[in-house]
């Protein structure tokens, strides 16, 4: 198993299932959204893995499963080393120090009724770091890394502007000086020119404070420029997991494909020149996922076998994977070599199902 | 002397523009802002502390101007009305010239309100009875504030079997119709023989604290409910996730987090609440069934007054409009609150 020496964080087959409840005083479930299916996956010391896909994939569940907001529905995960998949919130706390979070929405993860500093300060409170004078100088400490003021501390979050903001939500998970940073779409609710401001900031106290990041987004764009890997999520699964640049110039999942010809391009001859995917419909419902491949019913390169097989993650060589039947972007070679990634595949997925075949053309 | 003064100009600094103080304003201060440029609230507020008051200093008119027992039965008393010795209650009077009737309102003498039925001075009375009304109403309005608060941030932190316990026995409350459970709970209450012990609690019958806890009781619901409904939705906000997510105990999370957040709509409901109860409280004392005699409140008076509506109205024109006053002046203040503290509230701060 993980030992310390090992990744920071490794996600073991970890299921989180929402049940949908009936029913006034005795309820019962009647069914249940699967916002995340089973999932494997490690995150390196030092390094910044990207967690992409669209709305309601599940990628901020994932992200708050590994800080534990919510007890799982199955698997388990491993921090340093330690189990804390079962941890009451009690055990939880120690570990609380090293595993921070950086929620989305700036203005509703202030608490309107306080002040900077109690809000910055309150995880050093809870903690018990130092008396109250002593906090009061590392919250102000705090604040100017984040590029604030320290005379900002008595004032309330009303005063601050989105960006002003989430500098604050910074501030607040690194006041313990964790390891391991959520970031659970940090820049998503700011202005594009804000969007760069938080995400250098970010980059700088990533050196600072040798911070591992898990930078859960929507924004290829913005992902591309700060992942060392990039997680593809598609309802509730890993579909593809890669070093970030191999993901931009060699996807390898027709998912991953089509959201990369959604990235914008800023020169508009280039941008006429590529060749964009739509996909049709919309995501399929959670409550009740599609067979086979979850991907099937918008994939353009669908075949009988991925409405009936659940396609296994097959390791392509320098640390990509993919769940795929049909394999963009691979030779005969490369697809010979490729095997199955036993450990990271889910359960359910047929451990047989290695692709044969390259994608043909498409539909 | 011409002194230009922006402000009575119509012209109003914006606190962006004159450079605040580095100290952040707290939205309880904003708040009390608004409040204060809220004319029609503050005078309100001032007549409500006026008639508290002049209701506190009940013992000092009774003692020093007027110099009379207002508790005491005073049927054979006599008063000096222009140089002349005149009994309190006069034989005859009124157009049918039977019974007694007491000496009404008259500047010449202590009498200033009259005298009831008894021979007591209506004043004092009004003015004790204020007291008690306004102990009562303030007291029970306190008192289901605090229960409700509890029970409802415990219900709506927690939620589930917690939550639904609780609502339950509040929606079994709410179910009776109030006035007939205030009615019930009093009769059981103040019939007991030797007043009502609860551990080392012991009331007698006539204590101020029967109405006070039946009312206070009563009410508890009206208030759970709307608190209730916040703490729910605040639980699931983002910051009592960032507590979470700091490790904070479910103690810290509802008394730093989400207490905050509910106390204002506390402060708002609070002199609405205080209105309600003190009608309740007249209401009961009128049924005789809250503040016993010879203890005096609103309501009791109001009920002496009754039989002497035709030849004496002021013992019960009197008291009915002190809690007229009083009732308007808490539901004034207490839209003012309401504007004040609603970050909704239309109403514009200016520096």
Partial sequence: MASPSGPLLQAEHVIKYFPIKRGIVIQREVAR???????????????????????????????????????????????????ISTLSRRGMRP???????????????????????????????????????????????????????PEHYNRYPHEFSGGQRQRIGVARALALRPKLVIADEPVSALDVSIQAQVINLLADLQEDFELTYVFIAHDLGVVRHVSDRIAVMYLGKIVELSPAEELYERPIMPYTEALLSAVPIPDPRES?????IVLEGDVPS????????????????????CTQLEPPLVDYGNGHLAACHHPLNVDKETLARATVDQRRTPAKADESAKPTQPAQQAR | MAVFEPEAEGIVFDAEETGGDIVGRSPWALAGRR??????????????????????????????????DPFASNISGTVTLNGKTEPVLQQGGGKLGLGETPIGPTWHSKYFLGADNQGRDVAARVLYG????????????????????????????????????????MDLIWAFPLYLLAISLATVLLTAPNGLKIGFIHLSAGSLWVPLLIIGLVYVPYIYRPIRGQVLSLREKEFVEAGIAQGASNFRLIFNEVLPNVASTVIVLMP???????????????????????????????EDGQSLLYTRPWVAIAPGIMIVLTVLALNVLGDGLRDALDPRSKVRVKG
């Avoid at chain 1, 996956?41 to 994939?57: N, P």
Wanted: aromatic share 8%.
């Fill in chain 1, 33 to 83: 959204v699967h916002a995340v299916d089973d999932v494997s996956l490690e995150v390196q010391r030092g390094e910044t893995l990207g967690l992409v896909g669209e709305s309601g994939c599940g990628k901020s569940t994932l992200g708050r499963s590994f800080v534990r907001l919510f007890p799982l529905t199955g698997g388990r995960i491993f921090f340093d080393g330690q189990d």
């Fill in chain 1, 95 to 149: 570990l609380r120090r090293e595993l921070q979070i950086i929620f989305q929405d700036p203005y509703a993860s202030l608490n309107p009724r306080k002040r900077v500093g109690q809000i910055v300060g309150a995880p050093l409170a809870i903690h018990g770091i130092g008396d109250r004078r002593e906090r009061k100088r590392q919250v102000q400490e705090l604040l100017e890394k984040v590029g604030l003021s």
């Fill in chain 1, 272 to 276: 006429a020149a590529r060749e964009r």
């Fill in chain 1, 286 to 305: 959670p409550i009740n996922p599609p067979s086979g491949c979850r991907f099937h019913p918008r994939c353009r390169y669908a075949t009988e076998v």
């Fill in chain 2, 35 to 68: 409040l204060v440029r809220n004319k029609l609230a503050l005078a309100a507020l001032a007549l409500f502390v006026l008639i508290v008051a002049v209701s506190f200093a009940a013992p000092l008119y009774s003692n020093y101007v007027a110099d009379t």
């Fill in chain 2, 130 to 169: 204020g007291r008690a009304s306004l102990e009562i109403g303030i007291g029970s309005a306190l008192l289901a504030s605090a229960i409700a608060l509890v029970f409802a941030l415990v219900a709506g932190f927690f939620g589930g079997w917690t939550d639904a316990i609780i609502s339950r026995v």
């Fill in chain 2, 272 to 302: 609405l609440m205080i209105a309600t109860t003190i009608l309740t409280e007249s209401a009961l004392s009128y049924l005789s069934i809250g503040v016993q005699p010879p203890q005096a409140s609103w309501g009791t008076i109001i």
